[in-house]
Protein backbone atom coordinates (compact mmCIF):
# COMPACT_ATOMS: atom_id res chain seq x y z
CA UNK A 1 0.00 0.00 0.00
CA UNK A 2 1.27 3.51 -0.62
CA UNK A 3 -1.51 5.09 0.68
CA UNK A 4 -4.59 4.36 2.69
CA UNK A 5 -5.23 2.55 6.06
CA UNK A 6 -7.70 0.59 5.15
CA UNK A 7 -11.09 3.02 6.89
CA UNK A 8 -13.20 4.52 4.76
CA UNK A 9 -12.81 8.22 5.71
CA UNK A 10 -11.64 11.32 4.71
CA UNK A 11 -8.93 12.04 7.48
CA UNK A 12 -5.19 12.17 7.39
CA UNK A 13 -4.25 14.83 5.43
CA UNK A 14 -1.15 16.61 5.38
CA UNK A 15 0.52 13.83 7.24
CA UNK A 16 1.60 9.95 6.23
CA UNK A 17 0.10 8.82 3.18
CA UNK A 18 -0.25 4.64 4.75
CA UNK A 19 -2.22 6.09 7.92
CA UNK A 20 -4.81 8.47 5.95
CA UNK A 21 -8.47 7.69 5.01
CA UNK A 22 -9.71 6.90 1.88
CA UNK A 23 -13.11 6.56 0.51
CA UNK A 24 -13.73 4.96 -2.97
CA UNK A 25 -10.71 5.93 -4.69
CA UNK A 26 -11.86 5.86 -8.58
CA UNK A 27 -8.85 7.04 -10.27
CA UNK A 28 -5.35 7.64 -10.20
CA UNK A 29 -2.12 8.59 -12.58
CA UNK A 30 1.30 9.60 -11.67
CA UNK A 31 2.74 12.73 -12.67
CA UNK A 32 6.10 14.33 -14.37
CA UNK A 33 7.59 14.64 -10.44
CA UNK A 34 6.26 11.38 -9.43
CA UNK A 35 3.81 11.87 -7.28
CA UNK A 36 0.47 9.91 -6.87
CA UNK A 37 -2.50 11.53 -8.08
CA UNK A 38 -5.58 9.72 -6.24
CA UNK A 39 -9.83 10.68 -7.88
CA UNK A 40 -10.58 10.21 -3.84
CA UNK A 41 -14.57 10.29 -5.57
CA UNK A 42 -16.61 9.70 -2.88
CA UNK A 43 -14.73 12.22 -0.33
CA UNK A 44 -14.65 14.72 -3.75
CA UNK A 45 -11.56 15.64 -3.45
CA UNK A 46 -8.02 14.91 -5.56
CA UNK A 47 -5.15 14.16 -3.74
CA UNK A 48 -1.48 13.43 -4.09
CA UNK A 49 0.77 11.18 -2.47
CA UNK A 50 4.26 13.55 -2.79
CA UNK A 51 7.32 11.56 -4.40
CA UNK A 52 9.82 14.25 -3.49
CA UNK A 53 9.76 17.20 -0.80
CA UNK A 54 8.71 20.20 -2.74
CA UNK A 55 6.04 22.63 -3.89
CA UNK A 56 3.67 21.06 -6.04
CA UNK A 57 0.08 22.56 -7.33
CA UNK A 58 0.85 25.66 -5.20
CA UNK A 59 1.38 23.71 -1.83
CA UNK A 60 4.43 22.50 -0.13
CA UNK A 61 4.68 18.99 0.43
CA UNK A 62 6.78 16.74 2.38
CA UNK A 63 7.72 13.02 0.25
CA UNK A 64 5.43 10.30 1.49
CA UNK A 65 2.65 12.39 3.06
CA UNK A 66 -0.45 13.22 1.40
CA UNK A 67 -2.61 16.16 0.76
CA UNK A 68 -5.62 17.47 -0.98
CA UNK A 69 -4.85 19.31 -4.03
CA UNK A 70 -8.55 20.12 -5.35
CA UNK A 71 -12.35 19.84 -3.19
CA UNK A 72 -13.89 20.55 -0.69
CA UNK A 73 -17.34 19.07 0.78
CA UNK A 74 -18.83 22.78 1.47
CA UNK A 75 -16.55 24.18 -1.61
CA UNK A 76 -17.15 26.66 -4.19
CA UNK A 77 -18.32 26.60 -7.33
CA UNK A 78 -16.78 28.56 -10.57
CA UNK A 79 -13.24 28.86 -12.34
CA UNK A 80 -10.28 30.35 -11.59
CA UNK A 81 -11.01 30.05 -7.24
CA UNK A 82 -8.44 28.46 -5.52
CA UNK A 83 -8.52 24.31 -5.78
CA UNK A 84 -8.86 23.59 -2.54
CA UNK A 85 -11.90 25.46 -2.65
CA UNK A 86 -13.99 24.07 -4.72
CA UNK A 87 -16.88 21.47 -4.30
CA UNK A 88 -16.43 18.34 -6.69
CA UNK A 89 -18.67 15.56 -7.41
CA UNK A 90 -18.28 12.39 -9.35
CA UNK A 91 -14.35 12.29 -9.55
CA UNK A 92 -14.55 9.12 -12.35
CA UNK A 93 -10.98 9.69 -13.24
CA UNK A 94 -7.75 11.82 -13.17
CA UNK A 95 -4.48 12.54 -15.51
CA UNK A 96 -1.85 14.08 -15.97
CA UNK A 97 -1.37 16.61 -19.28
CA UNK A 98 2.23 17.35 -21.12
CA UNK A 99 2.26 20.42 -19.22
CA UNK A 100 2.19 18.72 -15.60
CA UNK A 101 -1.52 20.04 -14.92
CA UNK A 102 -4.07 17.56 -13.17
CA UNK A 103 -6.81 16.56 -15.55
CA UNK A 104 -9.92 15.25 -13.93
CA UNK A 105 -13.67 13.96 -15.27
CA UNK A 106 -16.11 15.66 -12.64
CA UNK A 107 -19.07 17.46 -11.76
CA UNK A 108 -21.62 15.57 -14.26
CA UNK A 109 -19.43 15.35 -16.77
CA UNK A 110 -16.82 18.08 -17.01
CA UNK A 111 -13.70 18.29 -17.53
CA UNK A 112 -11.69 20.57 -15.10
CA UNK A 113 -8.01 21.32 -14.48
CA UNK A 114 -5.64 21.91 -11.53
CA UNK A 115 -3.06 23.98 -12.91
CA UNK A 116 -0.02 23.22 -11.71
CA UNK A 117 2.16 26.45 -12.23
CA UNK A 118 1.37 29.89 -14.14
CA UNK A 119 0.41 29.66 -17.57
CA UNK A 120 -1.41 29.60 -20.62
CA UNK A 121 -3.13 26.45 -20.99
CA UNK A 122 -6.60 25.09 -22.91
CA UNK A 123 -6.68 28.57 -24.15
CA UNK A 124 -6.71 30.93 -21.20
CA UNK A 125 -4.49 32.13 -18.29
CA UNK A 126 -4.01 30.03 -15.26
CA UNK A 127 -2.86 30.10 -12.28
CA UNK A 128 -0.99 27.14 -10.06
CA UNK A 129 -3.03 25.74 -7.44
CA UNK A 130 -6.73 27.00 -8.98
CA UNK A 131 -8.83 25.08 -11.15
CA UNK A 132 -10.78 25.61 -14.55
CA UNK A 133 -13.23 24.13 -16.24
CA UNK A 134 -11.73 23.18 -20.17
CA UNK A 135 -14.23 21.21 -21.60
CA UNK A 136 -18.08 20.99 -21.16
CA UNK A 137 -20.67 23.18 -19.72
CA UNK A 138 -24.08 21.14 -19.95
CA UNK A 139 -25.62 18.51 -17.81
CA UNK A 140 -27.79 17.52 -21.07
CA UNK A 141 -26.28 15.90 -24.10
CA UNK A 142 -23.79 15.55 -26.41
CA UNK A 143 -23.11 18.20 -29.16
CA UNK A 144 -20.33 20.87 -30.28
CA UNK A 145 -18.37 18.79 -32.93
CA UNK A 146 -15.55 21.33 -33.99
CA UNK A 147 -16.44 24.31 -31.04
CA UNK A 148 -14.40 25.73 -27.98
CA UNK A 149 -14.33 22.73 -25.71
CA UNK A 150 -15.33 25.27 -23.47
CA UNK A 151 -18.70 25.83 -25.07
CA UNK A 152 -19.43 21.99 -25.46
CA UNK A 153 -21.99 19.35 -24.23
CA UNK A 154 -20.55 16.56 -22.75
CA UNK A 155 -23.45 14.89 -20.66
CA UNK A 156 -23.27 11.80 -21.68
CA UNK A 157 -26.13 9.67 -19.76
CA UNK A 158 -23.71 6.88 -18.76
CA UNK A 159 -22.21 6.39 -15.35
CA UNK A 160 -18.64 6.68 -15.83
CA UNK A 161 -16.20 9.08 -18.21
CA UNK A 162 -12.43 8.63 -18.77
CA UNK A 163 -10.08 11.52 -19.25
CA UNK A 164 -6.44 10.97 -20.27
CA UNK A 165 -3.80 12.73 -22.61
CA UNK A 166 -1.63 11.33 -25.86
CA UNK A 167 1.95 11.91 -26.92
CA UNK A 168 1.09 15.11 -28.56
CA UNK A 169 -0.90 16.83 -25.47
CA UNK A 170 -4.20 16.31 -26.41
CA UNK A 171 -6.49 15.52 -23.77
CA UNK A 172 -9.10 12.52 -24.56
CA UNK A 173 -12.36 12.05 -23.05
CA UNK A 174 -14.15 9.20 -23.12
CA UNK A 175 -18.37 9.01 -22.43
CA UNK A 176 -20.90 8.69 -24.72
CA UNK A 177 -18.17 9.57 -27.72
CA UNK A 178 -14.21 9.59 -27.37
CA UNK A 179 -13.59 13.35 -28.00
CA UNK A 180 -10.25 15.14 -28.38
CA UNK A 181 -8.95 18.54 -27.29
CA UNK A 182 -5.99 19.66 -28.91
CA UNK A 183 -3.19 21.73 -27.18
CA UNK A 184 -2.46 22.93 -30.59
CA UNK A 185 -3.21 23.15 -34.42
CA UNK A 186 -2.69 19.70 -36.29
CA UNK A 187 -4.06 16.59 -37.55
CA UNK A 188 -4.92 14.40 -35.20
CA UNK A 189 -6.43 10.99 -35.33
CA UNK A 190 -7.58 11.50 -39.64
CA UNK A 191 -9.05 14.55 -38.39
CA UNK A 192 -7.63 18.66 -38.73
CA UNK A 193 -8.02 19.87 -35.26
CA UNK A 194 -8.20 23.68 -34.02
CA UNK A 195 -6.17 24.22 -30.63
CA UNK A 196 -8.69 23.95 -27.68
CA UNK A 197 -11.59 22.75 -30.03
CA UNK A 198 -13.47 19.55 -29.13
CA UNK A 199 -13.46 16.60 -32.16
CA UNK A 200 -15.69 13.33 -31.65
CA UNK A 201 -12.90 10.60 -32.58
CA UNK A 202 -15.49 7.78 -32.15
CA UNK A 203 -18.89 7.41 -31.75
CA UNK A 204 -21.86 9.56 -32.45
CA UNK A 205 -22.51 6.92 -35.65
CA UNK A 206 -25.29 4.82 -36.81
CA UNK A 207 -23.30 1.22 -37.82
CA UNK A 208 -23.84 0.04 -34.28
CA UNK A 209 -21.08 -1.41 -32.62
CA UNK A 210 -18.94 -1.00 -35.64
CA UNK A 211 -15.96 -3.08 -35.72
CA UNK A 212 -13.44 -2.93 -38.26
CA UNK A 213 -14.86 0.28 -39.72
CA UNK A 214 -14.78 4.08 -39.27
CA UNK A 215 -14.94 5.01 -35.50
CA UNK A 216 -16.79 7.97 -36.10
CA UNK A 217 -19.69 6.02 -37.54
CA UNK A 218 -19.54 3.21 -34.16
CA UNK A 219 -21.88 3.50 -30.97
CA UNK A 220 -19.55 3.61 -27.80
CA UNK A 221 -20.14 3.60 -24.50
CA UNK A 222 -16.73 4.84 -22.94
CA UNK A 223 -15.36 4.75 -19.59
CA UNK A 224 -12.00 4.43 -18.50
CA UNK A 225 -9.22 5.92 -21.34
CA UNK A 226 -5.60 5.12 -22.04
CA UNK A 227 -3.38 5.84 -24.76
CA UNK A 228 -0.73 2.99 -25.45
CA UNK A 229 2.96 3.82 -26.78
CA UNK A 230 2.06 3.71 -30.59
CA UNK A 231 -0.80 6.45 -30.12
CA UNK A 232 -3.75 4.28 -30.12
CA UNK A 233 -6.67 5.16 -28.18
CA UNK A 234 -8.06 2.56 -26.14
CA UNK A 235 -11.07 2.92 -23.65
CA UNK A 236 -13.39 0.43 -21.72
CA UNK A 237 -16.93 0.69 -23.45
CA UNK A 238 -18.54 -0.71 -20.33
CA UNK A 239 -22.06 -1.14 -21.62
CA UNK A 240 -21.03 -2.73 -24.27
CA UNK A 241 -18.46 -5.30 -22.19
CA UNK A 242 -15.82 -4.71 -24.40
CA UNK A 243 -12.73 -2.84 -24.45
CA UNK A 244 -12.03 -0.90 -27.71
CA UNK A 245 -9.09 0.75 -29.73
CA UNK A 246 -9.08 3.71 -32.25
CA UNK A 247 -6.19 3.04 -34.02
CA UNK A 248 -4.08 6.03 -34.95
CA UNK A 249 -2.15 4.04 -37.47
CA UNK A 250 -2.12 1.27 -39.79
CA UNK A 251 -0.53 -1.56 -38.74
CA UNK A 252 -0.57 -4.92 -36.41
CA UNK A 253 -1.74 -4.23 -32.83
CA UNK A 254 -2.66 -7.24 -30.13
CA UNK A 255 -2.84 -9.36 -32.81
CA UNK A 256 -4.89 -7.72 -34.84
CA UNK A 257 -4.15 -5.87 -38.41
CA UNK A 258 -5.59 -2.44 -38.14
CA UNK A 259 -6.47 0.66 -40.23
CA UNK A 260 -5.90 4.25 -38.97
CA UNK A 261 -8.85 5.68 -38.02
CA UNK A 262 -10.91 2.57 -37.09
CA UNK A 263 -12.30 1.32 -33.96
CA UNK A 264 -11.54 -2.28 -33.27
CA UNK A 265 -12.45 -4.64 -29.91
CA UNK A 266 -9.48 -5.92 -28.88
CA UNK A 267 -11.31 -7.72 -25.74
CA UNK A 268 -14.35 -9.06 -25.42
CA UNK A 269 -17.33 -10.15 -27.99
CA UNK A 270 -19.89 -7.96 -26.89
CA UNK A 271 -21.44 -10.12 -24.41
CA UNK A 272 -21.35 -9.96 -20.71
CA UNK A 273 -19.90 -12.70 -18.83
CA UNK A 274 -15.79 -13.90 -17.63
CA UNK A 275 -14.83 -16.59 -20.75
CA UNK A 276 -12.30 -17.16 -22.70
CA UNK A 277 -8.92 -17.05 -20.97
CA UNK A 278 -6.48 -18.35 -22.80
CA UNK A 279 -7.64 -17.31 -26.39
CA UNK A 280 -8.04 -14.89 -28.65
CA UNK A 281 -9.04 -11.88 -26.33
CA UNK A 282 -11.81 -10.57 -29.04
CA UNK A 283 -13.67 -13.67 -28.73
CA UNK A 284 -13.85 -13.48 -24.58
CA UNK A 285 -16.80 -12.22 -22.78
CA UNK A 286 -15.93 -9.38 -20.21
CA UNK A 287 -18.33 -8.07 -17.94
CA UNK A 288 -18.60 -4.29 -17.56
CA UNK A 289 -15.20 -2.70 -18.22
CA UNK A 290 -14.82 0.62 -16.43
Do not use: C
Not at 107 to 125: C, P, S, W
Not at 143 to 155: C, F, I, K, Q, V
Not at 169 to 184: C, D, E, K, M, S
Request: proline share 2%; glycine share 18%; hydrophobic share 40%.
Amino acid sequence: AIAGNGKEGGAGDDGPALRAELNNPDGVAVDHAGNVVIGDNANGRVRVVAEHTATFYGKAMKAGDIYTVAGKRRGKTGNGIPASEAKLADINSVGVDSAGNIVLAADIYLAKVVAERNGRFYGRAMKAGRIYNVAGESLDWVSGDGLLATRAELGARVSTFGVTTDRAGNTILAGARVWAVPQRAGTFYGQKMAAHHIYVVAGGGSNGLGNGGPARKATVTGGGVVVDHAGNILFADDQNSMVRMVAERTGTFYGRAVKAGDIYAIAGTGKSGSTGDGGPAWQARRALPS
